[in-house]
């Protein structure tokens, strides 16, 4: 029989699937017939004629753990599509979801040496649908690993409370991550989050430092996030950017801000602007940082000669029709998704998960 554990989050964007990831390539070590469900997913995409949940194409094109008799769809069983909640509210489910979801799970379990299952937030999260993660991880009578964020009270906090629901279902608390701790505070905090949380009999599994690059986004998941469909040059739109600045005040009073993997946010017709940072990027100013790409705004189509100059720079450069404050509130409201193409990023997942999760216990937690 298969061994199964569930991945489940204190709070939205704690890091559960990123920390999914480096669990799975950890334990793929120990597990040749590794499988993976999310069996409510609110995110998704439309894979080999399926709606399925983002992160199971993830962990599919990642790890390639699809079995040879199960379809993707059984990876992702129940996508919140839009007005499903609506729905489901007024007439009722329209068929037996909890069915489906143990029916997915079995078909992925049958030849299998352990099944991952990711939750969908916190305990609370599809209680909605009457398919809260509590009930979910209740229903395939899994154990759970908990994840929480930064901090010392924040996470110890979250974690009992999550607790409550799960204990509430009759689910067993395996253990906890605590992810996204600050490097500088990281010591102090490690050592006593893990007091506070064994002190309440809780198994601590890993403590991991926060990661800034994995929050970066590209000038590519910009322009998908605004929706832009003018690109109007550049040769890079992988770039990270790791700071996004407003172009809309004077030219030297920019410059004070401007700094290595900039994106910058310009109106279209703020020529001085964008002449200004494509000479910064160039390198033909004293102050010479990598820019990252720039957002024009207001769909102001600059002049043949500022296209060239543009074009010379090599910088990155969409055209967005809105104006330059929805441009940033948009912009700042972002959180990047893991891709498979983000070699990089996955790499220090899984170097990070290694190193800082203890996986001896892990393995010992799993039933």
């Given at each position: 029989m298969a061994k199964k554990i569930f991945i489940a989050a204190t709070m939205q964007n704690d890091g559960k699937t990123t920390v999914s990831?480096?669990?799975?390539?950890?334990?793929?070590?120990?597990?040749?017939?590794?499988?993976?469900?999310?069996p409510i997913g609110q995110k998704y995409l439309l894979e080999q004629g399926y709606t399925v949940d983002e992160d199971s194409v993830l962990i599919e094109e990642v790890f390639g753990v699809k079995c040879s008799e199960c379809t993707i769809k059984d990876m992702s069983p129940i996508t919140?599509?839009?007005?499903?909640?609506?729905?489901?509210?007024?007439?009722?489910?329209?068929?037996?979801?909890?069915?489906?979801?143990?029916?997915?799970?079995?078909?992925?379990?049958?030849?299998?040496?352990?099944?991952?299952?990711?939750?969908?937030?916190?305990?609370?999260?599809?209680?909605?649908?009457?398919?809260?993660?509590a009930s979910v991880a209740s229903l395939l009578?899994?154990?759970?690993?908990?994840?929480?964020?930064?901090?010392?009270?924040?996470?110890?906090?979250?974690?009992?409370?999550?607790k409550a629901l799960f204990d509430r279902e009759g689910v067993n608390l395996a253990g906890v991550i605590v992810n996204k701790v600050l490097p500088e505070r990281y010591d102090k905090v490690a050592r006593l989050v893990r007091m506070g949380l064994e002190k309440k009999g809780l198994n601590v599994l890993g403590v991991l430092p926060?990661?800034?690059?994995?929050?970066?986004?590209?000038?590519?998941?910009?322009?998908?996030?605004?929706?832009?469909?003018?690109?109007l040059t550049g040769d890079d739109l992988d770039l990270q950017i790791e700071h996004v600045l407003v172009g809309a005040m004077e030219v030297h009073a920019a410059l004070k801000f401007i700094e290595n993997n900039t994106m910058m946010i310009i109106p279209g017709d703020r020529i001085d602007m964008i002449q200004a940072v494509c000479q910064i990027h160039m390198g033909k100013l004293a102050k010479n940082c990598r820019i990252s790409g720039i957002v024009l705004s207001g769909g102001i189509m600059p002049?043949?000669?500022?296209?060239?100059?543009?074009?010379?720079?090599?910088?990155?450069?969409?055209?967005?029709?809105?104006?330059?404050?929805?441009?940033?509130?948009?912009?700042?409201?972002?959180?990047?998704?893991?891709?498979?193409?983000?070699?990089?990023?996955?790499?220090?997942?899984?170097?990070?998960?290694e190193k800082y999760v203890d996986i001896d216990k892990v393995l010992a937690s799993l039933k």
């Open positions: 990831l480096g669990l799975i390539a950890a334990l793929k070590k120990h597990f040749g017939r590794l499988r993976f469900i999310k919140i599509e839009k007005g499903f909640t609506e729905r489901y509210i007024e007439n009722g489910p329209a068929q037996d979801y909890a069915k489906l979801i143990k029916n997915s799970y079995e078909t992925l379990a049958r030849n299998a040496d352990l099944v991952i299952i990711e939750g969908t937030g916190h305990a609370g999260v599809g209680s909605v649908i009457d398919l809260s993660n009578g899994a154990d759970v690993i908990l994840i929480s964020s930064g901090g010392i009270g924040k996470p110890i906090d979250e974690i009992m409370l999550n926060y990661q800034k690059i994995l929050d970066m986004p590209t000038m590519c998941e910009i322009r998908e996030w605004l929706n832009i469909d003018r690109f002049e043949a000669d500022i296209l060239n100059l543009l074009a010379d720079s090599g910088i990155p450069t969409l055209l967005a029709k809105e104006d330059t404050y929805s441009v940033a509130l948009r912009v700042n409201s972002l959180i990047p998704k893991l891709k498979s193409q983000d070699i990089h990023k996955i790499k220090l997942i899984i170097d990070i998960v």
